[in-house]
């Protein structure tokens, strides 16, 4: 089991940038593939990116790609969302989760998940 906390959510102005973290305890997330998610208002949650055990492979939404980077620290057991050139249309609740089973853009392989953090962007 692995419990997941996100920081650094907040509103920003379009074209901006945030930083999201997610730091794991328990069992530590070094075992697992990471995978953030975001879920607007009236819309179905919606994959953003993931990196593999190891941080060699990351994959991304083509919504979010060349903006986005997702990174890990498995020394401290972080991961993060460094997110670059904001748009209004990123605003959203933003999810990190845990898969012991490997990379996936699906929400359904991720067991464990933190409870949100909320990103605005403005026009």
């Known amino acids: 089991q692995v419990q997941l906390v996100e920081s650094g959510g907040g509103l920003v102005q379009a074209g901006g940038s945030l930083r999201l973290s997610c730091a794991a305890s328990g069992r530590t997330s070094s075992g697992y593939s990471m995978g953030w998610f975001r879920q607007a208002p009236g819309k179905e949650q919606e994959f953003v990116a993931c990196?593999?055990?190891?941080?060699?492979?990351?994959f991304y939404a083509d919504s979010v790609k060349g903006r986005f980077t997702i990174s890990r620290e498995n020394a401290d057991n972080t991961v993060y969302l460094q997110m670059n050139s904001l748009k209004p249309d990123d605003t959203a609740v933003y999810y990190c989760?845990?898969?012991?089973?490997?990379?996936?853009?699906?929400?359904?392989?991720?067991?464990?998940w933190g409870q949100g953090t909320q990103v605005t962007v403005s026009s």
């Open positions: 990196i593999s055990e190891s941080g060699g492979r990351a």
């Open positions: 989760a845990a898969n012991p089973w490997g990379t996936s853009s699906s929400p359904g392989a991720y067991p464990y």
